[in-house]
């Protein structure tokens, strides 16, 4: 293969890397499936509300990839607003969600986790939340067992 530049690589002549379609479609509350007490208090001092993660799941086992959505709330505003977080080798899978479209039809009015929810249902997701909470809680070693993995 030759040699090519960042520049070449993301030119609009380059060819897209095809985005997975085959899966199921899922999410989850990350908060509400795996209370951890100690990162949570952390993470309302920073304005931190919530976090859902998004993936498709291959039906074989394993994931495609996931990203994020997580909620603030800005010094004392009460409404959340969502922020979008994907690593670079789960930007395929963003893309074929098609989560990006639907929320730029949005008004510009901040989305908390109830409107999120709802259209993320609304795109025919499975919340997983309350499978993954029902799990047995499993101490967290990277928390110093202040946490729950499932």
């Not at 520049?7 to 899922?26: Q, V």
């Not at 998004?54 to 994020?68: I, K, R, S």
Request: glycine share 8%; proline share 8%.
């Amino acid at each position: 293969m030759p040699d090519t530049t960042a520049a070449e690589r993301s030119s609009p002549e380059a060819p897209l890397a095809t985005p997975p379609t085959e899966g199921r479609w899922e999410f989850y509350d990350e908060w509400a499936a795996f209370p951890l007490s100690r990162i949570e208090a952390e993470a309302n001092r920073q304005g931190l509300t919530g976090r859902f993660m998004v993936g498709l799941n291959d039906p074989d086992g394993g994931t495609h990839g996931e990203f994020a959505i997580t909620f603030r709330r800005f010094n004392n505003d009460r409404r959340e607003h969502a922020r979008l977080e994907a690593f670079g080798d789960s930007w395929k899978v963003l893309s074929a969600s098609g989560l990006v479209d639907r929320l730029s039809a949005l008004d510009s009015q901040p989305q908390g986790p109830d409107e999120i929810r709802a259209l993320l249902l609304d795109m025919g997701m499975t919340d997983r939340t309350d499978v993954l909470r029902s799990r047995r809680p499993i101490p967290c070693p990277t928390c110093h067992g202040q946490g729950v993995l499932a």
